[in-house]
């Protein structure tokens, strides 16, 4: 048979047979096989957007999270330095008042002191008016008496006085 | 594990060397180097070999149809002589006879028209088979196992559908591709069992006979033309930014590109795996023509070595094949394709 001229028996046959071959592969083995294929491409396409999904989702909760976190730790550290300024301000306050109330107090004693001096004063100056008074009167009279026995007399409640 | 099998194929190539034909047909010059056409040829019927006077061939079925004598059925053997297997037109048989050509012809010169289960016949439907049977195991662990990752003969499949789907037809043809798919897939498969098969000692020239890449040139030429939309034939006859009196120029050559593009596949083809065996056989035959054991083992070296270089030959064919397939079809769909071929 010769080399280029095509022969008409081939040509029939290979029609037939590749035809044949091509509508049974396209309905039992390509149209399932690529059904298939695009199938699981999709599913992994799913998967791997699933994926990325999920992953972008934690990423927020984490963004949400570490917003709650900052927001309660502002919160803590404005509370903390509330209470500071509190307790702070309740210190500065009782400083002030118990130093008003120990200012008062000293003026109290201070007043009182002073009032119990004047009494005493006054008791010391009875006294020794009372005193004066009764040696003024026991010297009265003995003058009336005797000279010797007055300066005795004298002496006497001198040293009595002394011994007083 | 390379040294082994090198080892091994020279060993199987001298074992083959020492059986194909030409060991025996001790002759003139022209009987040593016949065989390489013998091989790359069509012939009426498939020749093993020739062990001593006994020649182990397959008896083949030639079918003729004549408006005369309606279709009539023979054998091979019927044409031939029993004792040295030679057709020859003394060997004639109810009128017709296959000439030491392996030309079928009527005795009386009428006309008919031959449907013979051929050599390449019988090589084209082995490879039909081969590919069909793959490829439907393939799909049948999709049957049943749904949409899993590919296992058996799926696992050699799965990556050439999807190497022809993205690479091939998603790139070439673009959007629409997804039509065009199992044609292309078919098409490569087919090609490339072929190819490789038809490396085989003893097989058939199958890929490299120009009937069968004329057929598939013509498939490809049909579908091409058969979706070519209103830009693709704009395109052809009347193509858009060239003045009037050039289109009487422009459009017969437009016209002539709708052939040469199929007939550039169908020679392409034809030429690149018939010319790989005929530089195999050529190197098989150096050995005979100089009749030297020296020469005989080198070139077998030369043979292994081309051979490999045939294998990757058969996978390129079957890529380029069906990739212009893709791309003429590509540029047949192609939604503004004056735009960019210009």
Redesign the interface.
């Known amino acids: 048979?010769?080399?280029?001229?095509?022969?008409?028996?081939?040509?029939?046959?290979?029609?037939f047979?590749?035809l044949?071959?091509?509508f049974?592969?396209?309905k039992?083995?390509?149209?399932?096989?690529?059904a298939?294929?695009e199938?699981?491409e999709s599913?992994i396409e799913n998967a791997l957007k699933a994926a990325e999904s999920a992953r972008n989702e934690m990423a927020n909760l984490k963004a949400d999270n570490e917003k709650l976190l900052a927001e309660a730790r502002l919160e803590r550290d404005t509370i903390l330095k509330k209470a500071q300024e509190a307790s702070v301000k309740m210190i500065e306050d009782a400083k002030i008042e118990a130093s008003k109330v120990a200012a008062q107090q000293i003026e109290n004693a201070k007043a009182v002191i002073e009032t119990e001096k004047r009494a005493a004063l006054t008791e010391v100056k009875n006294q020794v008016a009372i005193l004066t008074l009764e040696v003024t009167e026991k010297l009265l009279r003995r003058t009336l008496s005797d000279e010797k026995a007055q300066k005795a007399l004298v002496d006497e409640f001198v040293k009595d006085i002394k011994l007083n | 594990m390379t040294r082994k099998l090198l080892a091994l194929s020279l060993l199987l190539s001298a074992f083959l060397l020492g059986f194909s034909s030409p060991t025996f047909a001790a002759g003139s010059e022209e009987d040593k180097t016949s065989f390489i056409?013998h091989h790359?040829?069509?012939?009426h019927e498939w020749h093993f070999a020739t062990i001593g006077h006994t020649h182990v061939t397959l008896p083949l079925p030639v079918?003729v149809y004549s408006a005369d004598r309606g279709l009539e059925f023979f054998m091979s053997t019927d044409f031939q002589n029993h004792e040295t297997h030679a057709f020859g037109k003394e060997y004639a048989h109810e009128g017709y006879f296959i000439d030491d050509?392996?030309?079928l012809g009527r005795v009386d010169g009428a006309s008919f028209?031959?449907?013979?289960?051929?050599k390449?016949?019988v090589m084209?439907?082995l490879v039909?088979f081969i590919?069909?049977y793959v490829?439907?195991s393939?799909?049948s662990h999709?049957?049943k196992n749904?949409?899993?990752a590919p296992k058996g003969a799926?696992a050699i499949?799965?990556p050439i559908?999807?190497f022809v789907?993205d690479e091939i037809a998603h790139k070439s043809i673009g959007p629409k591709y997804?039509k065009y798919?199992?044609?292309l897939?078919?098409l490569f498969l087919?090609i490339w069992f072929g190819n490789l098969l038809g490396l085989l000692p003893g097989a058939a020239n199958m890929t490299g006979?120009?009937?069968?890449t004329?057929?598939?040139a013509v498939?490809t030429f049909i579908i091409t033309n058969v979706s070519g939309n209103k830009d693709y034939w704009k395109h052809v006859f009347a193509t858009p930014g060239v003045p009037i009196p050039m289109l009487l120029i422009i459009v017969p050559v437009e016209i002539i590109g709708l052939f040469t593009k199929p007939f550039a596949l169908m020679v392409r083809l034809f030429v690149a795996i018939?010319a790989g065996h005929i530089v195999i056989l050529g190197f098989i035959a150096l050995g005979f023509i100089f009749e030297s054991y020296t020469i005989g083992i080198v070139s077998t070296i030369m043979v292994t070595f081309i051979n490999i270089i045939e294998l990757l030959v058969a996978t390129i064919q079957a890529y380029v094949f069906t990739l212009f397939t893709a791309m003429y079809i590509g540029g047949a769909v192609a939604e503004h394709a004056h735009d960019d071929h210009h």
């Open positions: 048979m010769d080399l280029i001229t095509p022969g008409s028996g081939l040509i029939f046959w290979q029609l047979g590749f044949g071959l091509l049974i592969l396209i039992f083995a390509w149209k399932p096989m690529l298939a294929l199938e699981r599913s | 056409m790359v040829v069509d012939s079918i050509h392996d030309h028209t031959e449907f013979s289960i051929t390449n016949v084209m439907f039909i590919v069909a490829s439907l393939a799909a999709y049957k749904g949409a899993v799926a499949i799965e559908v999807i789907r997804k798919v199992p044609y897939i078919t087919f006979n120009i009937a069968v004329l057929t598939l498939l018939t």
